[in-house]
C-alpha cells in the first residue's frame, strides 16, 4: 500500500502571543509539485520550516516517509530552500556544496561532480569559485535552489522560490522543477499565483493558520455551471458585458478587474462557449488576450464568491 | 544510507579545521595568536626560565619567582616548562573564550546552520564543531608547547631526550583545561545570537557563578562541593603541580565538560534554527 510522504496530525505552532498554526491536518502522496499559499503571516514558512526541522511544533505531530523532520534516515531524501538563509561567507560556493554533498554520504570526487552538476542546471558555473558575499541577490538565491537538489532528494521544500527573480531565471527555475517531477515532489510556497497555477495540480491554501486543500484543474465531472476567464485589450466593458451577457446559457459575467471578465455559463445549455465568445469579440472588432477555462487560481482561492 | 554519526563528526571537524587554516579570517586569527606568542616567549617566557636556570645553577634557597608566589614552578625539572605551564594555564582558557565562542551562533543567525541540518543531526552538528573547535586548539597548544621545547633546546640541548615526557604531559593537561571552557562557549554559542554575546556571557556567568558558589561555600560549607561546577576552579590548585601529578585532578574538566555539554545539547536541540 501506498503511504503518503506527509503526514500532519492537528499540528499547531504559537510564536510569543501569536498563533501561526492551528491544528493544521493534512497528508500528502508523492507526485506532482504542490503549491502552499496565503497571505502575509498565514502561516506558510511556520508550517515548511516545521517540516524541515528547523522548528519544533507547540502540539501535533508530523511524519515525513515516516520519520520525524530532522531525523537521520531523512538524511539526503528531504531538502529545503529555507527563506532568508545564506550561506557562509567564508567559503566559496563550490566548497559549500561540496561539503553538504559529503554530509549527504558522497565521496568526495562524486561530491564535487554532484556540486558541478547542481550549479549548471541553474547556470550558476561562473560563480562556482566566488564567495558568497560578491553574488548578486538572484545569483544567491539561485545558489540556495541549487543545493536544495543535491543528490536528487525525493521530497523538496521551496519557500518563495522565484521572488526577487529575473524573468529569465524564473522560467529557469519553472524548467528544473518540472524535469524533476517525475522523481521528486516538489511543496512550492510563493505568492506568484500564475507560477503556481503553471507548476502545482494541488494547493495548500493557509488562512490565520488554518489549511485547506484546492485542486486546481477544472473538475472533468459535469458541473451545473463552469467558468472561462478572458483577459480583452483595452475595450467598453459595459457593452462586453452586455453582449455576452446575452448569450444562451450565460449565466453571470463579471469584471473582478479591469480588462479581465470571468464568464460563468451552463455547459448543459451551450457546451462550446469558448467559441460562442470568440464569435462575438469578432463581430464587435474587439480584441482579446488570453482566454482560459475556468478561474484564475487568485479567483479561486482569494475571491470566492 | 546515510553516514554514520562518527563520520559526520569527522567532515565537521575537518571543516571547521579549514576554516581555522585555510580562511582569511581564520588566517588572521592564527597570525594574531602567533604573534602574541612569540612575544610571550621571547620576553616573559625566555627571561623567566633564564632566571630559574640561574637561581638552580646558584642553588639559592629562596629567589625572586618564590617571592612572587610561583615556587612550584621549581618542581619541573625544565625551567622553561614550568614558566611555561603557568604562563599557559592563563592564556588558554582566554584564548579558548574567545576562539570557541562562534561554534553555532553567527551560522545559526545567518540561516547556514538550516542547510547543513537538512542533512546531518543537530547532535552531529553541535559535538562536531565542538570536536572541531577542540581539534584547533589541541594544534595551537602543541605548537605553543613544542616552541617553549625548542627554546629549552636551544640553551640546553642535551635536554632533548629526558624532556619528552614532561612536554606530553604539558599538552594532554592544557587540552584537559580548555575542555570546560570550550564546553561553555558551545553551550552558550548554542543560545544567543553573536560570539560577542556568548564571550559576554561567558565571563558574567564565569564571574557570578564563581562569586555565588564561594559566597554560599563560606556561610555553608557543605556546599563547597559545587565549586566542581566552575570551568577552572582546578587551575590554582594545577599550578601547584607538576608533570603526571597534573592529571589527578583531571576528572574535575571532564566532569564540568560532560555536564555542560548535555545542557548545550539540550539547548541545540530546541532551538529554532
Same mark, same amino acid.
Given at each position: 500500500?501506498?503511504?503518503?510522504?506527509?503526514?500532519?496530525?492537528?499540528?499547531?505552532?504559537?510564536?510569543?502571543?501569536?498563533?501561526?498554526?492551528?491544528?493544521?491536518?493534512?497528508?500528502?502522496?508523492?507526485?506532482?509539485?504542490?503549491?502552499?499559499?496565503?497571505?502575509?503571516?498565514?502561516? @506558510?514558512?511556520?508550517?515548511?520550516?516545521?517540516?524541515?526541522?528547523?522548528?519544533?511544533?507547540?502540539?501535533?505531530?508530523?511524519?515525513?516517509?515516516?520519520?520525524?523532520?530532522?531525523?537521520?534516515?531523512?538524511?539526503?531524501?528531504?531538502?529545503?530552500?529555507?527563506?532568508?538563509?545564506?550561506?557562509?561567507?567564508?567559503?566559496?560556493?563550490?566548497? *559549500?556544496?561540496?561539503?553538504?554533498?559529503?554530509? *549527504?554520504?558522497?565521496?568526495?570526487? *562524486?561530491?564535487?561532480?554532484?556540486?558541478?552538476?547542481?550549479?549548471?542546471?541553474?547556470?550558476?558555473?561562473?560563480?562556482?569559485?566566488? @564567495?558568497?558575499?560578491? =553574488?548578486?541577490?538572484?545569483?544567491?538565491?539561485?545558489?540556495?535552489?541549487?543545493?536544495?537538489?543535491?543528490?536528487?532528494?525525493?521530497?523538496?521544500?521551496?519557500?518563495?522560490?522565484?521572488?526577487?527573480?529575473?524573468?529569465?531565471?524564473?522560467?529557469?527555475? !519553472?524548467?528544473?522543477?518540472?524535469?524533476?517531477?517525475?522523481?521528486?515532489?516538489?511543496?512550492?510556497?510563493?505568492?506568484?499565483?500564475?507560477?503556481?497555477?503553471?507548476?502545482?495540480?494541488?494547493?495548500?491554501?493557509?488562512?490565520?493558520?488554518?489549511?485547506?486543500?484546492?485542486?486546481?484543474?477544472?473538475?472533468?465531472?459535469?458541473?451545473?455551471? !463552469?467558468?472561462?476567464?478572458?483577459?480583452?485589450?483595452?475595450?467598453?466593458?459595459?457593452?462586453?458585458?452586455?453582449?455576452?451577457?446575452?448569450?444562451?446559457?450565460?449565466?453571470?459575467?463579471?469584471?473582478?478587474?479591469?480588462?479581465?471578465?470571468?464568464?460563468?455559463?451552463?455547459?448543459?445549455?451551450?457546451?462550446?462557449?469558448?467559441?460562442?465568445?470568440?464569435?462575438?469579440?469578432?463581430?464587435?472588432?474587439?480584441?482579446?488576450?488570453?482566454?482560459?477555462?475556468?478561474?484564475? =487560481?487568485?479567483?479561486?482561492?482569494?475571491?470566492?464568491? | 544510507?546515510?553516514?554514520?554519526?562518527?563520520?559526520?563528526?569527522?567532515?565537521?571537524?575537518?571543516?571547521?579545521?579549514?576554516?581555522?587554516?585555510?580562511?582569511?579570517?581564520?588566517?588572521?586569527?592564527?597570525? $594574531?595568536?602567533?604573534?602574541?606568542?612569540?612575544?610571550?616567549?621571547?620576553?616573559?617566557?625566555?627571561?623567566?626560565?633564564?632566571?630559574?636556570?640561574?637561581?638552580?645553577?646558584?642553588? %639559592?634557597?629562596?629567589?625572586?619567582?618564590?617571592?612572587?608566589?610561583?615556587?612550584?614552578?621549581?618542581?619541573?625539572?625544565?625551567?622553561?616548562?614550568?614558566?611555561?605551564?603557568?604562563?599557559?594555564?592563563?592564556?588558554?582558557?582566554?584564548?579558548? #573564550?574567545?576562539?570557541?565562542?562562534?561554534?553555532?551562533?553567527?551560522?545559526?543567525?545567518?540561516?547556514?546552520?538550516?542547510?547543513?541540518?537538512?542533512?546531518?543531526?543537530?547532535?552531529?552538528?553541535?559535538?562536531?564543531?565542538?570536536?572541531?573547535?577542540?581539534?584547533? %586548539?589541541?594544534?595551537?597548544?602543541?605548537?605553543?608547547?613544542?616552541?617553549?621545547?625548542?627554546?629549552?633546546?636551544?640553551?640546553?640541548?642535551?635536554?632533548?631526550?629526558?624532556?619528552?615526557?614532561?612536554?606530553?604531559?604539558?599538552?594532554?593537561?592544557?587540552?584537559?583545561?580548555?575542555?570546560?571552557?570550550?564546553?561553555?562557549?558551545? $553551550?552558550?554559542?548554542?543560545?544567543?545570537?553573536?560570539?560577542?554575546?556568548?564571550?559576554?556571557?561567558?565571563?558574567?556567568?564565569?564571574?557570578?557563578?564563581?562569586?555565588? #558558589?564561594?559566597?554560599?561555600?563560606?556561610?555553608?560549607?557543605?556546599?563547597?562541593?559545587?565549586?566542581?561546577?566552575?570551568?577552572?576552579?582546578?587551575?590554582?590548585?594545577? $599550578?601547584?603541580?607538576?608533570?603526571?601529578?597534573?592529571? %589527578?585532578?583531571?576528572?574535575?574538566?571532564?566532569?564540568?565538560?560532560? #555536564?555542560?555539554?548535555?545542557?548545550?545539547?539540550?539547548?541545540?536541540?530546541?532551538?529554532?534554527?
Amino acid at each position: 500500500m501506498k503511504s503518503p510522504i506527509i503526514q500532519c496530525q492537528q499540528l499547531s505552532h504559537a510564536y510569543v502571543g501569536k498563533v501561526a498554526l492551528s491544528n493544521v491536518t493534512f497528508e500528502l502522496d508523492a507526485g506532482e509539485p504542490v503549491g502552499l499559499v496565503g497571505p502575509n503571516g498565514a502561516g @506558510k514558512t511556520t508550517l515548511l520550516n516545521i517540516l524541515s526541522g528547523f522548528l519544533r511544533p507547540t502540539s501535533g505531530q508530523v511524519r515525513l516517509f515516516g520519520h520525524s523532520p530532522g531525523a537521520v534516515p531523512l538524511n539526503g531524501k528531504v531538502s529545503a530552500l529555507p527563506q532568508d538563509a545564506r550561506l557562509d561567507p567564508s567559503f566559496t560556493v563550490t566548497e *559549500q556544496l561540496v561539503f553538504y554533498a559529503r554530509l *549527504q554520504g558522497m565521496a568526495r570526487q *562524486q561530491a564535487m561532480l554532484e556540486a558541478g552538476r547542481v550549479l549548471d542546471a541553474f547556470a550558476l558555473k561562473e560563480v562556482a569559485h566566488e @564567495k558568497p558575499p560578491v =553574488l548578486s541577490h538572484g545569483m544567491a538565491k539561485r545558489v540556495a535552489i541549487a543545493q536544495a537538489l543535491i543528490g536528487l532528494p525525493a521530497l523538496v521544500l521551496l519557500d518563495e522560490p522565484t521572488a526577487g527573480l529575473d524573468p529569465v531565471n524564473v522560467r529557469t527555475v !519553472r524548467a528544473v522543477i518540472a524535469e524533476l517531477t517525475s522523481t521528486t515532489t516538489f511543496i512550492i510556497s510563493s505568492h506568484d499565483l500564475a507560477e503556481l497555477d503553471r507548476l502545482c495540480q494541488q494547493v495548500l491554501l493557509l488562512e490565520n493558520g488554518r489549511l485547506q486543500i484546492e485542486t486546481i484543474r477544472e473538475d472533468e465531472q459535469p458541473a451545473a455551471s !463552469r467558468f472561462i476567464t478572458l483577459q480583452m485589450e483595452p475595450c467598453p466593458a459595459l457593452d462586453l458585458m452586455a453582449s455576452l451577457k446575452a448569450l444562451d446559457g450565460v449565466v453571470q459575467v463579471t469584471n473582478p478587474q479591469k480588462n479581465e471578465f470571468i464568464v460563468e455559463y451552463n455547459p448543459g445549455v451551450q457546451l462550446n462557449m469558448d467559441q460562442l465568445l470568440m464569435q462575438v469579440i469578432h463581430s464587435h472588432h474587439w480584441h482579446y488576450r488570453q482566454l482560459s477555462h475556468g478561474k484564475t =487560481l487568485e479567483e479561486k482561492l482569494f475571491f470566492k464568491g | 544510507m546515510p553516514p554514520g554519526f562518527f563520520n559526520h563528526l569527522l567532515l565537521i571537524s575537518l571543516f571547521e579545521l579549514k576554516r581555522a587554516f585555510a580562511t582569511r579570517r581564520g588566517l588572521l586569527s592564527l597570525i $594574531t595568536f602567533a604573534v602574541v606568542w612569540s612575544f610571550i616567549l621571547l620576553y616573559p617566557l625566555r627571561f623567566a626560565a633564564e632566571l630559574l636556570a640561574q637561581e638552580k645553577s646558584l642553588k %639559592q634557597d629562596f629567589g625572586f619567582l618564590d617571592f612572587i608566589g610561583l615556587w612550584s614552578i621549581h618542581n619541573w625539572p625544565i625551567p622553561e616548562f614550568g614558566v611555561f605551564w603557568q604562563v599557559a594555564l592563563m592564556i588558554f582558557p582566554i584564548v579558548s #573564550i574567545t576562539l570557541a565562542a562562534d561554534q553555532t551562533c553567527s551560522d545559526r543567525e545567518r540561516g547556514t546552520l538550516r542547510f547543513i541540518v537538512l542533512r546531518s543531526s543537530r547532535d552531529r552538528v553541535f559535538f562536531g564543531r565542538f570536536a572541531g573547535v577542540m581539534l584547533i %586548539q589541541a594544534l595551537l597548544i602543541t605548537a605553543a608547547a613544542f616552541s617553549t621545547f625548542a627554546l629549552a633546546l636551544y640553551r640546553d640541548a642535551t635536554l632533548f631526550s629526558s624532556a619528552w615526557p614532561d612536554l606530553l604531559a604539558l599538552i594532554v593537561n592544557l587540552i584537559l583545561v580548555v575542555l570546560p571552557f570550550t564546553a561553555l562557549m558551545a $553551550t552558550l554559542s548554542a543560545q544567543v545570537k553573536s560570539a560577542r554575546q556568548a564571550t559576554l556571557w561567558a565571563i558574567l556567568i564565569w564571574t557570578f557563578l564563581a562569586g555565588l #558558589i564561594n559566597g554560599f561555600a563560606y556561610y555553608l560549607p557543605a556546599l563547597a562541593f559545587l565549586k566542581l561546577l566552575i570551568p577552572g576552579y582546578q587551575l590554582t590548585e594545577l $599550578t601547584q603541580l607538576s608533570g603526571w601529578q597534573t592529571l %589527578q585532578l583531571a576528572y574535575i574538566p571532564l566532569l564540568q565538560s560532560f #555536564i555542560l555539554l548535555a545542557f548545550g545539547r539540550w539547548i541545540m536541540a530546541r532551538q529554532a534554527l
